[in-house]
């Protein structure tokens, strides 16, 4: 495997080199550029799939009632409100907590907003942190997941580092994330949508073609299925397996802890 770009001082955002000091600056201006329009831009461009594809993650995830989870880089929440339905339903008499953590706050900000008004409110946290530096104790959650988050993340490893860490043992870690097509015939037509439908949907409903043509590109340079499965035992995850979806657009990695 290659070495990390940030360790020499250099990363990607989307196709363009940059110091890795800056990503995470870069990244938080496109976060807080679409956070208004997040939820609407999600349903545009993937006319709703990305609804089934959580709906799948979370599913399938090892949860149960009663349980305490992180979710990172959680946004606007959609995989907060699915898995809360799955620690414990409202004002059923269960210590299962949901903590939403996100570094950017204008993301946190709408998803707060966006629960609140759907009257999911008890056994949620906010935490606004950088997911290479997780502010809590080893081993305090049954499920980690991090869903089209990891991607954004300046130190991927960290970031996985973090996720092993805060585990507890026995507990599961998910990453649901864009990856790499595996059927030949639609990579042209999938390309045709990411570089020349996406900017321009951004642009029409977000006024903001730059952000949509960075997800295209970011979308590009994550590592592919196997190189994220090793990342993932890298970080000290084991029985790391993936599971493509919709022709391997996007990639459920589950691993654990042991
Ligand atoms: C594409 S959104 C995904 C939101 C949500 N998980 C979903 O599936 O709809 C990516 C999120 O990652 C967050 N993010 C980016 N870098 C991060 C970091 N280093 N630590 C924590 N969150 C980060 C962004 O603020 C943004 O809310």
């Known amino acids: ?101 996100d570094i950017n706050a204008g993301m946190l900000s709408v998803g707060r907003d966006r629960m609140t008004n759907r009257g999911l409110v008890a056994g949620l946290d906010y935490v606004q942190c950088n997911a290479e530096a997780l502010p809590f104790p080893d081993n305090s959650f049954d499920l980690v997941t991090i869903a089209f988050g990891l991607r954004n993340v300046t130190d991927k490893d960290a970031g996985l580092r973090e996720m092993f860490r805060v585990l507890k043992v026995g507990g599961q870690a998910r990453v649901l994330e864009f990856s790499e097509v595996t059927v030949d015939w639609f990579k042209p037509v999938y390309d045709f949508h990411s570089f020349k439908i996406l900017p321009r949907l951004g642009q029409l409903f977000a006024k903001d073609a730059g952000s949509y043509q960075y ?35 996007v990639a459920v990695h589950t691993g654990y802890k042991v």
């Open 1 to 101: 495997m290659s070495e990390s770009p940030y360790k020499s001082g250099t990363t990607h955002f989307g196709f363009k080199d940059v110091a890795a000091k800056d990503k995470q600056k870069l990244v938080g201006e496109v976060f807080s550029s679409v956070a208004g329009n997040y939820d609407l831009m999600n349903d545009l461009m993937s006319l709703g799939v990305h609804r089934v594809w959580k709906r799948y993650f979370v599913g399938t995830a090892q949860v149960k009632r009663g349980d305490r989870v992180l979710d990172l880089a959680g946004g606007t929440g959609d995989i907060a409100a699915l898995l809360k339905d799955r620690v414990g339903p409202e004002g059923a008499d269960s210590d299962g907590r949901v903590v939403l953590g």
């Open 215 to 249: 997800l295209a590109e970011s979308i590009r340079k994550h590592p592919p299925q196997e190189e994220l499965k090793t990342m993932m035992q890298e970080a000290g995850f084991e029985r790391c397996s993936y599971k493509n979806l919709s022709a391997g657009i």
